[in-house]
Nanobody
Framework: QVQLVESGGGLVQPGESLRLSCAASGSIFRINDMGWYRQAPGKQRELVATITSGDNAKYADSVKGRFTISRDSAKISVYLQMNSLRPEDTAVYYC???????????????WGQGTLVTVSS
């Protein structure tokens, strides 16, 4: 069993910053890629950013230059630094590990429970 727990969401004004955190725990042998997705009200879930175990990052065009994804040295936590936030960034943000190898030798995809980010004046 592997769990992802997110934190750091909240209410901010346009132009302000937030930092989201996601920590993986459980029967983890190895995690390669990690990522952040978001889902705004009435919209489909969309990719925000991903990062590989080698710290190669990719971003959605809508957040390039404003958001930064990073990982801890143990490679089981991922962060999303969000600057210059806009009302259209309002969404529930989900942490994702598309492929974790467990200590039992199984591959799983894992999602966090989500954390709400609201950008409003």
């Amino acid at each position: 069993q592997v769990q992802l727990v997110e934190s750091g969401g909240g209410l901010v004004q346009p132009g302000e910053s937030l930092r989201l955190s996601c920590a993986a725990s459980g029967s983890i042998f190895r995690i390669n890629d990690m990522g952040w997705y978001r889902q705004a009200p009435g919209k489909q879930r969309e990719l925000v950013a991903t990062i590989t175990s080698g710290d190669n990052a990719k971003y959605a065009d809508s957040v390039k230059g404003r958001f930064t994804i990073s990982r801890d040295s143990a490679k089981i936590s991922v962060y999303l630094q969000m600057n210059s936030l806009r009302p259209e960034d309002t969404a529930v943000y989900y942490c994702n590990v598309p492929r974790v190898l467990t200590t039992a030798g199984r591959y799983l995809e894992v999602w966090g429970q989500g954390t709400l980010v609201t950008v409003s004046s």
